[in-house]
């Protein structure tokens, strides 16, 4: 068989292995959930080193520390933060406003985990799915498939022995994008966790199933003329460096103050980072993009000083990152695009207002909605950038890498950072099992309705309208002699049929032998002359015996009859 065929079919058979276990597990109460998770954080500590370093033997990203503290961050601190929240049964009440609320599982989640960050994602995603009684199934990216294999395999194992059905966590071994398309639009499918590339965020919302998908972070640092330099420029680096920049949430840009861009490029160096010049900067932006303009994958997650090497470039030994001059933003300055990688794009703005501009510059170029990092200590400018700019993280005196996540923050700690509506996604938020309920809610009657005020016009149905009254004001308008009444051309002689009354609904028999006789045809009569006035009784008189109404240039309708009567063919012109 082929392998996206096995892919296919390895999607299907675990999505109908998760419906199983879904049934069951949608019912546990919420000690037995608390239990689980337990038990997986616990694996997830137990196992965050070697996880850690079977994702970088395989991805070639990142470093094995680093992946070993996200692994750590997701399996410890997620886990506690997200303890207190309440996920099941009634989880609020109000009795003065006399609504509860109650936690509904969604279902089946499709989660598909990146290969930047896999084995942290998938810790991550797996405890965040389980508080909600949802039940999991992992599409890894191709060059990470076995490291998050182990990671869910891990995972399943811990919530299997504390209670969980088999089945609640599982993992495509054949990760193929007809396997991962198959998992996504399955209809037993409920929605779709999706982190990664753009490309792969587009598919997840365009697979007709509600999803939750992050989209990239060009990220700037604005450094303002009041920052702690050393602080900032030490802050910059740890997040820049953080798993060879790996995180969607690391530093792309500084911007800097023209009063202490001098203090800062010294700072920059004094703490491990290299300077290039004019022709060092042509030779690096050609190693980051490709002819095609796209980013140079060989570079992600890579050492400062292999990119060096692989440009042609010298540095010491020991840089930990790459600053480069930038003259612009866009596709033609390579430096200045999302590069997940321990690279850096310098710009200098006179004062925080042009500095407010260059960074939406950066954001709209990749990274809109994601995350901006400023470093001041005027609370004015604080605020104005809170105000203005179009990311939804904007931490403060801290790396941005960490602090987006919620790890030096008290942001919800998350894998998964939502850039809304600018980026398009369904939410700005911090992915937490917040958003993987339904919440139902129950509401006493608190108040009477509103008695309807007695009608001053009859029904139909009750009484005809004064005809009399009408035909005068008809003959009025003519000018002619009275008419009598309409002159309709009879095609049955049986006697008009009353409407059934609304009390009691005919039996169905009668409407299956209207469905199996044909409609009787319609006989034509000698013409006859038009009347002067048809309104919607007569419309409907016509309808119950078969007849047709002659109408001419002069004929008054109204409005409710000519919608009746053009929908049952009843009018005829004048020959």
């Known amino acids: 068989m082929d392998q996206d065929l096995q892919s296919i079919q390895e999607a299907r058979y675990l999505l109908e292995a998760a419906r199983k276990a879904f049934q069951e597990f949608e019912h546990f109460s919420e000690p037995q959930v608390d239990k689980i998770l337990a038990e997986m954080s616990k694996a997830g500590i137990a196992n965050a080193e070697p996880l850690a370093r079977m994702a970088h033997e395989e991805t070639g990203y990142g470093s094995t520390e680093h992946k070993t503290m996200k692994n750590l961050f997701a399996a410890e601190d997620v886990f506690n933060a997200m303890k207190p929240m309440k996920t099941i049964g009634i989880i609020s009440e109000s009795p003065e406003k006399k609504v509860f609320e109650v936690a509904s599982p969604i279902g089946v989640i499709a ?13 991550y995603k797996a405890l965040i799915a389980l508080k909600g009684r949802n039940v999991i199934v992992f599409s890894p990216h191709p060059s990470a498939a076995r490291c998050v294999n182990e990671t869910a395999r891990l995972m399943a194992e811990a919530a299997e022995r504390a209670g969980a059905p088999k089945g ?31 490309g792969l965020v587009k598919a997840a919302y365009s697979a007709g199933k509600p999803a939750f998908g992050v989209g990239p972070g060009n990220v700037p640092a604005y450094v303002d003329r009041t920052a702690d330099v050393p602080k900032a420029v030490r802050d910059i680096l ?17 911007v800097c103050d ?28 050609k190693t980051i993009q490709t002819p095609r303009r796209t980013l140079n ?15 042609g470039i010298q540095v010491p030994a020991g840089t930990r990152a790459i600053v480069a001059h930038a003259d612009g933003v866009g596709l033609e300055y390579p430096v200045s ?19 407010c501009e260059r960074c939406i510059e950066i954001l709209r170029f990749g990274g809109l909605g994601h ?8 609370e004015g400018v604080v605020r104005e950038f809170g105000l203005k700019k179009p990311a939804f993280r904007i931490v403060v005196n801290t790396p941005a890498a960490l602090g987006a996540v919620g790890y030096t923050t008290n942001l919800f700690p998350s894998m998964t950072l939502g850039c809304g509506a600018p980026g398009n996604n369904i939410t700005s938020d911090n992915i937490s099992p917040l958003h993987l309920i339904n919440v139902k809610r129950v509401a006493y009657g608190v108040r009477e309705a509103p008695k309807s005020a007695p009608s001053s016009v009859k029904s139909s149905a009750i ?62 009569s000698p013409p006859a002359k038009a009347v002067a006035f048809v309104c919607e009784d007569d419309v409907r008189n016509a309808i119950l015996t078969h007849a047709r109404i002659v109408v001419g240039k002069k004929t008054i309708i109204t409005p409710s009859a000519r919608d009746l009567a053009d929908a049952n063919d009843v009018f005829i012109p004048e020959s």
């Open 297 to 311: 994958t060989k570079i992600v997650g890579k050492p400062a000083v292999k990119i060096a090497e692989m440009a």
């Open 371 to 378: 995350t901006l990092s400023l470093h001041s200590t005027d």
């Open 111 to 123: 989660a598909i985990i990146p290969s930047t960050n896999p084995t942290s994602t998938t810790i």
């Open 238 to 254: 740890t997040g820049k460096t953080f798993d060879n920049g790996t995180l969607c949430s690391s530093e792309q840009s500084i």
């Open 258 to 285: 023209e009063p202490v861009k001098d203090q800062v490029l010294q700072e920059l160096r004094n703490q491990g980072a290299y300077i290039c010049n004019a022709s060092e900067k042509a030779l690096l932006e």
């Open 463 to 524: 009484a005809s309208p004064n005809r009399q009254v009408i035909e005068s004001a008809v003959d009025q308008w003519l000018g002619k002699k009275k008419v009598g009444a309409a002159q309709v051309e009879r095609v049955s002689k049986a006697p008009p049929i009353q409407p059934p009354s609304a009390a009691v609904a005919p039996p169905l028999e009668s409407f299956r032998q209207l469905e199996s006789k044909p409609a009787a045809p319609v006989k034509t």
């Open 168 to 198: 609640v966590i599982s993992c495509m071994k054949i990760p193929t994008l007809e396997g991962t398309e198959e998992l996504m639009k399955h209809r037993i499918t409920q929605l779709i966790l999706a982190t990664g590339g753009t």
């Open 337 to 355: 695009m999302e590069k997940l990688s321990p690279l850096l794009a310098f710009y200098t703005v006179k004062d925080w207002r042009e500095g």
